[in-house]
């Protein structure tokens, strides 16, 4: 599959050294970004700096003839999914806005038929300026996407918005106009369920039996298959996580929830069932249980078994994939989980280290052919791979 490719524009100002963060992340996914620099950007970060992070040459000069002569401005201005500036400054939207093209990065975005994002940073005044609030109204109603700035503490001690948008907000953005311009893919006409994160089984009002799960696995295999045009239902427990762009998400607290959500939630072509529901709940007291009054004797209720009750229904989609957090045994594990849920597949981690709620995830797949054990990958890549293994046994 094609990586999706960034023209990263890097404009001017303090904030540039968060695009640095940006391209890290952008690469975490499997995203390909070339970078254009501006004059006023390489006042505060370098070209050394961005192609080591990029692992692509810099661009910075519209007069450079080996560049003009191997790619051209044309070339590069049209190759690229998505065209992001970052930081976006009051001068360059300025300059954008009024379809002047006196340097690489005006030259590339007049010259540009992909779609624009824009993450502004300047001064709060600057922001508010009426020329600024109008150049921002005229790039909007041309089509590009101007995210609106954080607001906080400015390097030049004033107060409000105008800060440059945290990256991962931005990424959040990059994944959403992704979405809006990805043409049909190969999950295009399929519904996905996804369960992701834990469930919270209340005890009183203000305890309640969880897991550490983040939700982070499950979120972004959401994200993968729907920017793989999948319809995806996302079932999602207690977690503080932005929704992945392209997909429908139901929030959910309790197990038996998440139950009556998925059994709403279909038909589906696949399930991919990654949340780490609860086990057992216990009947919640109408008050908090006092310490003094001394342990509570706490009698344990089975919470509803989502993954052998999708396998066996009567709506059962044509693919249901569960997930196994072992912390002994993890293949033996997961080969018998696999057989007695009646499931297809099965995704076994080791989760006695930091999976939970660490960035990388080491699985192995466990399917009818036997067990294919995968290198530890960054939890958005063991996402791809998913989708892709999914996409093809729905072909």
């Known amino acids: ?25 952008l690469r975490k996914e499997g995203i390909a970004v070339r970078c254009v620099l501006t004059a006023a950007g390489a006042q505060f970060v370098t070209p050394m700096t961005l192609a080591a992070l990029s692992e692509q040459p810099v661009h910075t000069s519209l007069w450079d003839l080996k560049d003009e002569a191997e790619m051209g401005h044309i070339q590069l201005s049209r190759e690229a999914d998505l065209v992001v500036l970052c930081p976006a400054t009051a001068d360059l939207l300025a300059r954008m806005a009024g379809g002047i093209a006196d340097d690489l990065a005006t030259t590339l975005l ?62 959040a953005a990059i994944r959403q106009a992704l979405a809006a311009a990805a043409p049909i893919g190969p999950l295009a006409g399929r519904h996905i369920l996804v369960t992701a994160g834990p469930t919270h089984e209340p005890i009183d009002p203000v305890r309640y039996i969880a897991n550490r799960s983040s939700g982070k696995q499950g979120f972004a295999i959401a994200g993968a298959l729907a920017a793989r045009g999948a319809r995806v239902t996302l079932l999602a427990g207690p977690v503080n996580l932005p929704t992945p762009a392209g997909v429908t998400r139901i929030d959910v607290e309790t197990a038996r929830q998440m139950a009556d959500a998925a059994a709403a939630a279909l038909p589906a072509d696949a399930a991919v069932l990654v949340a780490a529901v609860a086990d057992w709940r216990v009947e919640p007291t109408s008050h908090k249980l006092k310490k003094g ?24 989609p044509r693919l249901v994939i569960g997930f196994a957090a072992e912390t002994q045994d993890v293949i033996a594990n997961a080969v018998a989980k696999r057989a007695a849920k009646g499931c297809d597949w099965i995704l076994a981690n ?44 729905l072909a």
Request: hydrophobic content about 50%.
């Open 293 to 316: 009054a001394g342990a509570p004797a706490l009698s344990l209720l089975p919470n509803p078994d989502i993954l052998a009750g999708l396998s066996a229904g009567a709506a059962r």
């Open 110 to 171: 007049l010259a540009t038929d992909k779609p624009v994002l824009a993450a502004p940073a300047m001064n709060v005044r600057m922001w508010r300026h009426a020329a600024t609030v109008r150049n921002v109204a005229r790039l909007r109603a041309d089509g590009v996407t101007v995210m609106e700035p954080d607001e906080g503490a400015m390097a030049c001690g004033e107060y409000g918005p105008g800060r440059l948008p945290e990256p991962p907000a931005i990424l």
């Open 1 to 25: 599959m094609t990586p999706t490719r960034i023209l990263l524009i890097v404009g001017g100002g303090i904030a540039a050294y968060k695009a640095c963060e940006l391209i890290r992340l």
């Open 350 to 393: 080791d989760v006695s280290g930091d999976v939970m709620g660490g960035a990388d995830n080491e699985v192995h797949l466990i399917t009818a052919d036997g067990v294919e054990s995968w290198e530890t990958l960054p939890k958005s890549a063991v996402a791809a791979r998913l989708a892709d293994r999914i996409a093809d046994a």
